[in-house]
């Protein structure tokens, strides 16, 4: 029949009603976008399986030295384990608290766990007296200085840092990764975009070609200008793959984990070890300091002979483990790496079926023949001259434009994680202009900019899209954003009036 009635394909003589159209149409439009969905799930996948595979080697090397520690010393220590459980129970948590993605201040955990260990530990290795309250917070002080468990809190509290910093930023890059990609894959497609994907997928059937494929470069302009706000996040998504996989080798190498937080319960026994082979001169010096406190009548402790044991324990290694995972992750997430601008090319390919680039056979928008116009770039600002899709440069689409800034974040703390520095993370759903978004270098170069002393510089607070237990609510005592940032989310609040 005549085909003045289409609103869409040529207006030749067709095979299509208005009713048929409008049916391809919607079923252009829905098959498009599960295109779009499927591809993202794919790679929501492999994210999630990498997650999935460090958490648990993570979780398992952390519960094994709970495990360790909790089998060898009753036997060894008496008391002064069993009158202290609650201690080392306390650490752990609050070590798992921080990895999941707590609001805590690792030093400050790792510090009060050596003060409330040596509290407990003085009264008990000295049960001949009555030692109060305020006695034992002058013992603190004057303890601090004599070394009382060695140089043991401060080696493992710049160690165990580190590698606690790259593991959290580590896990939570893979999630926000796959977040994004989430995100951005349920953004729905522009009127102007289903048209053309329309007359590119459904538009033969009209004319009767419907085993005629589109030509493969049309078919990459029309993907290109759908996707074209899609396409910008391809430099963050490098990237974010690019500062994960930096941060792997810091895991598997300068700040190994497996070394580290395998053989916590080890470090803990060797500090016990040096506080009692230095007992008589600790007590001394703090008695020195604080005065000899009064003689308690309950006497000394029958325990005392367990109490002053070595305990035995050995540190089973899983670097081997390690290492395979950091290698399979590096793998994929250089595959990973330029998965936004080889988007067009692989729905082409696989799944629109487009024919080859030097088919002069195939559908060109209007028939079967040859297609003449260039392929244009990537990304919005190349579209303003796409011979398929009307495609605004002037109005990005917003929730794509916030999912580049929440790469941005995530760079800039795997940035800092790389040279051993925290940052907090507060939610960022409310307000996207959080406290900075990052300089989005993925090499030393960012960190170096950034660094300041891990042992003594206080965490800075970033924004991080919401995550099911790893979205936190809260921030460190001081924000300590650069320069830079600042500048960055005063623009972005500013671009964000503009495009409105």
Known sequence: ILGEHLRICPQGYTCCTSEMEENF??????????????AGRSVQMTLTAQHRSFDSYFQDLLNKSEKALYDAFPSTYGELYSQNMKVFKDLYSELRRYYRGSNINLEEALNEFWTHLLERLFKLMNPQY???DEYLDCMVKHAEQHKPFGEVPRDLKVKATRAFIAARSYAQGFLVG???????????????????????????HCRGMSSVKPCNNYCLNVVK???ANQADLN???KYLMD??????????GPYNVDTVIGTIHMRIAEAISNLQENKDSITAKVFQGCGN??????????????????????????????EMLVLDAKGNLTALKTYWITLPSSLCSKKV??????????????TKGSYLPEVMGDGLANQINNPEVEVDITKPDMTIRQQIMQLKIMTNRLGNANIGNDVDFQDASDDMSGSGSGDSCPDDVCGKRLSKSPSTRQPETHAIPKQSGHGINGSSSRSLPSAFLLLLSVAFIATQHLWR
């Open 235 to 237: 430099t963050e998504w």
């Open 178 to 204: 796959s977040d994004v990609v989430k995100k951005v894959s349920q953004v729905s497609l522009s009127h102007e975009c289903t048209r053309a994907i329309m007359k590119l997928m459904y538009c033969p």
């Open 25 to 38: 149409a919607n079923k252009s439009r829905s098959e498009f976008e599960a295109m779009m969905k499927e």
């Open 293 to 322: 406190p009064k003689i308690s009548t309950k006497g000394s402790s029958s325990d005392d002979k367990k109490r002053r044991g070595k305990v035995a324990l050995e540190a089973k290694s899983s670097a081997q483990a390690l």
């Open 353 to 366: 079926m487009a024919s080859s680039a030097a088919d002069d056979k195939c559908w060109n928008g209007m």
């Open 243 to 252: 500062s994960l996989v930096i941060v792997a080798d810091r895991i598997d």
């Open 130 to 132: 009555h030692i109060t």
């Open 225 to 227: 200008g759908c996707l």
